[in-house]
């Protein structure tokens, strides 16, 4: 049985409905989180990756980057 070490969920791949919107963002990544490290027990880390690094959407970054930083600061980790 093969399992990863870590997740990298990517917000740039979300709907773009979803990322629109703070609210709506935040509810996705929390379920994201959730299922990875409390349903499967596998640490994970949310990325947006904007099209000039590869990524799917340009989108608003700094919506994003408020968002993941809320969700890290809860949990107590910083990184960077």
Known sequence: NSRPDIVELR???LEKSI???E???KEA???L???CEKVAKIPCVVTF???WEGGQDDGDE???RTVTMEKRGRRGRREG
């Open 19 to 21: 990322r629109s919107d």
């Open 29 to 31: 990544i929390g379920r």
């Open 33 to 35: 989180v959730e299922a």
């Open 49 to 51: 990756r904007p099209t």
């Open 62 to 64: 700094e919506t994003v």
């Open 23 to 25: 609210r709506k963002m």
């Open 11 to 13: 917000v740039d791949f």
